[in-house]
């Protein structure tokens, strides 16, 4: 079956545009998580999404950073006037459960480069 | 602070060979760690996971084993194959604060190479 997908692959911009990001979860599944992964580090956890129940945005580094979730489904995580340091893989993640991590399935992640 | 590390950036094994990538951590209060491969271009992907009233656990190939009293996680993998070589990483989960969301700390990374 189909799994997570993102939109774009890739992303070039320059510093100070805004930029959107898109995450198609598996259907059906009412978790969402979204990462980021600077070259050569491991993930970090931005937001999560489970449900209708207000997200957890404990991970975004900054009021710059927004995401919400239309109808429980599609995901869209914003970036306002994008800096060089935001350059990374933002990764989208969902899952079936609320409470059990390894369920969480990845899409293949959006290259971000500010230049 | 709390942290999930590595102690090898890269690991290159011979083809056949078993393959060992360390892990260790710092959280008492963790519970649950995980191991996820990540290939080139991609997400990563799930391999094993273990809860921390467990030492070991086995997979198709692979067998996690935690040891608590040093806070050390390991992922050996069997007759390691090409298709093995990607970056791994250890995860560990810590129960939300009321939230309910399981948040995931991760390593950063070992790249297992795997030579033919």
């Known amino acids: 079956g189909a799994g997570v997908s993102q939109s774009p692959s890739n992303k070039v911009t320059e510093k100070g545009k805004d930029v959107e990001l898109r995450c198609d979860p598996i259907?059906?599944?009412?978790?969402l998580y979204w990462y980021r992964q600077s070259l050569g580090q491991g993930l970090e956890f931005l937001i999560y999404?489970?449900?209708?129940?207000?997200?957890?945005k404990s991970g975004l580094p900054s009021d710059r950073f927004s995401a919400e979730r239309t109808g429980g489904s599609v995901s869209t995580l914003t970036i306002q006037r994008t800096q060089q340091e935001d350059s990374a893989v933002y990764l989208c993640?969902?899952?079936?459960?609320?409470?059990?991590?390894?369920?969480?399935?990845f899409g293949p992640g959006t290259r971000l480069t500010v230049t | 602070g709390e942290s999930v590390g590595l102690h090898l950036p890269t690991l290159s094994v011979q083809e056949g060979d078993n393959s060992i990538i360390n892990c260790a951590y710092s959280?008492?209060?963790?519970?649950?760690f995980i191991w996820y491969k990540q290939e080139s271009g991609k997400g990563p992907q799930f391999i094993i996971d273990?809860?921390?009233?467990?030492d070991k656990r086995q997979g198709q190939r692979v067998t996690v084993l935690l040891n608590k009293t040093v806070k050390h996680l390991s992922l050996q993998i069997a007759a390691t194959q090409p298709g093995d070589s990607a970056v791994y990483f250890c995860?560990?989960?810590?129960?939300?604060?009321?939230?309910?969301?399981?948040?995931?700390?991760f390593g950063s990374g070992t790249r297992l190479q795997v030579q033919p």
């Open positions: 993640a969902s899952s079936t459960r609320r409470d059990v991590v390894y369920e969480q399935y």
């Open positions: 259907s059906g599944h009412t978790a």
């Open positions: 999404f489970q449900g209708n129940s207000a997200p957890d």
């Open positions: 959280n008492s209060a963790s519970d649950y």
């Open positions: 273990i809860r921390s009233n467990m």
């Open positions: 995860a560990e989960n810590k129960p939300g604060r009321g939230t309910g969301r399981r948040a995931l700390t």
